[in-house]
């Protein structure tokens, strides 16, 4: 069985009402914003109670799932100002994309999933950032479904879209 984007709003709702957040048109955190998110997107802030992980364990700041041309797309979202780190930014979307991927009758891999992290690169990370050996080094990868998905980086202020 394959999951419809009501489906999914209902099972979240019911499992972690407590972090879903309603109405929601910009994510913000550390002085770092995401604009333009779809009027019907289901936004998961794990910041709030109710998140599905344990306070201790990484964990990206949001999730969001939109339904877009029959096809439902999950954003597993870190927002970053100053430096960071990419392992320590890897481990964090990697919950996300194990959250999502072991949401009950996504078996099929029904949701697309898209891993960024929105955030302020210094001098020394623009340049790590640039060249043939981010697209080796396996830090820049996430795993969902036994696939390595790419980590999209984009500017603070950026849409999610």
Not at 18 to 44: F, Q, S
Not at 52 to 77: A, E, H, M, T, W
Not at 130 to 142: E, S, T
Request: charge should be positive; include cysteine; proline fraction near 2%.
């Amino acid at each position: 069985m394959s999951l419809s984007f009501s489906e999914i709003r209902k099972r979240l709702e019911v499992k972690h009402n407590e972090c879903i957040v309603k109405n929601k048109k910009t994510l913000n955190k550390e002085n770092c914003k995401v604009r333009n998110l779809p009027t019907d997107a289901i936004v998961m802030d794990l910041d709030k109670e109710g998140l599905p992980f344990d306070r201790n364990q990484p964990r990206c700041d949001y999730l969001v799932f939109v339904s877009k041309n029959n096809n439902i797309d999950g954003y597993v979202i870190e927002l970053k100002s100053g430096e960071w780190e990419i392992s320590k930014v890897n481990k964090q979307l990697q919950s996300g994309a194990t959250f999502v991927q072991e949401l009950k009758d996504n078996k099929q891999n029904c949701i697309n999933l898209v891993a960024v992290v929105f955030g302020r690169r210094c001098k020394s990370q623009r340049k790590e950032l640039k060249g043939k050996q981010m697209a080796q080094d396996k830090r820049y990868f996430i795993k969902y479904f036994g696939k390595l998905l790419l980590i999209k980086r984009k500017a603070c202020g950026n849409n999610l879209i």
